[in-house]
T-cell receptor, first 114, second 113 residues
Framework: ETGVTQSPTHLIKTRGQQVTLRCSSQ?????VSWYQQALGQGPQFIFQ???????GRGNFPPRFSGLQFPNYSSELNVNALELDDSALYLC?????????????FGSGTRLTVV | DAKTTQPPSMDCAEGRAANLPCNHS???????VYWYRQIHSQGPQYIIH???NNETNEMASLIITEDRKSSTLILPHATLRDTAVYYC??????????????FGKGTHLIIQP
C-alpha cells in the first residue's frame, strides 16, 4: 500500500487568491477528509467526502470546498484567501469513516498566505 | 470542542514504559476512545482504539477504566522515535465518521536518552 500522498508540499499565495490542494487516498479507502492545522494547535476538521459527495462538514465557510473523484483522490479548494488561512492542510483517507481501522493521514501541504 | 483532557507535556526515559493519561468523564455509552500521534512535520498516525475492554496491538496498549471516564495509553518500551504529540479522541461510530475527528491540544511526549 502506498499511503496518502499530498501535493504540493509547500505553497505561498497572496491574499485574495484561490488555491487547490491535491490528495491521493490510500489504496482501498473510500472516504477522504480534510483538516486544517494552525501552528501549535491540533488539526481541525474541514469536511469529509464519501462516494464523491460531501457528507460532513466542520465549522468552515463555503469558500472552502472540495471534490472527490471516482478513483477516491480528492481536491481542497479555498477561494478568497485570507491571512488566517495560513496553516498545514492535512488529507486523511479511511474505510467506512475510520471507526474500525482509523484514518491514514498524509504529511500535509503547508500553505502560507501573504 | 474536544471532549478529552490531557496533560500538555510529559517526559519519559528511553526504554521505559510511557503512560499517557486521558480524562473523558462525559463519554457516552456508544463512544469509542481513539489515540493518534503526530511526529514533528508529519500527519497524525493512528495508534489504537477501544470501547470498554483493554486493547493491545504492535504499537501500544490501551487501558480503559471500568467507568470509562478515563484511559491510559501505554508505550511499553519507549524509543526516541516515540517523541510526538499524542491525541486522545472520543467519537461515536454513527454517520460513517462524517463528523470528523475532534483533536484537542494533546500531550507532547518527550523521550529522553
Amino acid at each position: 500500500e502506498t499511503g496518502v500522498t499530498q501535493s504540493p508540499t509547500h505553497l505561498i499565495k497572496t491574499r485574495g487568491q484561490q488555491v487547490t490542494l491535491r490528495c491521493s487516498s490510500q489504496s482501498g479507502h473510500n472516504t477522504v477528509s480534510w483538516y486544517q492545522q494552525a501552528l501549535g494547535q491540533g488539526p481541525q476538521f474541514i469536511f469529509q467526502y464519501y462516494r464523491e459527495e460531501e457528507n460532513g462538514r466542520g465549522n468552515f465557510p463555503p469558500r472552502f470546498s472540495g471534490l472527490q473523484f471516482p478513483n477516491y483522490s480528492s481536491e481542497l479548494n479555498v477561494n478568497a484567501l485570507e491571512l488566517d488561512d495560513s496553516a498545514l492542510y492535512l488529507c486523511a483517507s479511511s474505510l467506512l469513516g475510520g471507526q474500525l481501522y482509523g484514518y491514514t493521514f498524509g504529511s500535509g501541504t503547508r500553505l502560507t498566505v501573504v | 470542542d474536544a471532549k478529552t483532557t490531557q496533560p500538555p507535556s510529559m517526559d519519559c526515559a528511553e526504554g521505559r514504559a510511557a503512560n499517557l493519561p486521558c480524562n473523558h468523564s462525559t463519554i457516552s455509552g456508544n463512544e469509542y476512545v481513539y489515540w493518534y500521534r503526530q511526529i514533528h512535520s508529519q500527519g497524525p498516525q493512528y495508534i489504537i482504539h477501544g470501547l470498554k475492554n483493554n486493547e493491545t496491538n504492535e504499537m501500544a496498549s490501551l487501558i480503559i477504566t471500568e467507568d470509562r471516564k478515563s484511559s491510559t495509553l501505554i508505550l511499553p518500551h519507549a524509543t526516541l522515535r516515540d517523541t510526538a504529540v499524542y491525541y486522545c479522541i472520543v467519537r461515536a461510530p454513527e454517520r460513517g465518521g462524517a463528523d470528523g475527528l475532534t483533536f484537542g491540544k494533546g500531550t507532547h511526549l518527550i523521550i529522553q536518552p
